[in-house]
């Protein structure tokens, strides 16, 4: 079992993160969702429900070069925090059946309806 923690870049180096206190049970299939916009900020879902969110955030770090996307794990131990509170270090261990990745933000009823397939 572990916990939740979705995190964003922006330009000046700043994450802005949503945190699920709540534990995943285990052998169950669960479905995750994140959503990012500058004007809803990071939402975190769990089986088509919302349980966090962070509206603090902060111009996303786009450009031309490549951008690395970690699940379970993250490519610096410094950038693995909530705020100052340094999050404890481990990998994913479990399955991941599919992975989608939108040019846009979702709606909740379109997360509800993908986690619902």
């Not at 088509?48 to 070069?65: P, Q, R, T």
């Not at 970690?70 to 270090?89: E, F, H």
């Not at 933000?105 to 379109?110: A, D, G, S, V």
Request: with cysteine.
């Amino acid at each position: 079992m572990g916990y939740l923690t979705v995190q964003t870049l922006g330009e000046s180096g700043f994450y802005s993160t949503s945190f699920n206190n709540e534990t995943l049970p285990l052998n169950v299939w669960s479905h995750i969702g994140m959503t990012y916009s500058i004007s809803n900020g990071i939402r975190l879902f769990v089986n088509g429900s919302l349980v966090n969110k962070n509206n603090l955030v902060f111009d996303y770090l786009a450009s031309d070069e490549m951008t690395a996307i970690t699940i379970g794990t993250c490519l610096q131990s410094n950038q693995c925090s909530i705020n100052a509170t340094t999050i404890v270090l481990s990998q994913f261990q479990g399955q991941i059946d599919e992975l989608k990745i939108f040019a846009r933000e979702l709606t909740n009823y379109e997360i509800h309806v993908l986690a619902s397939e």
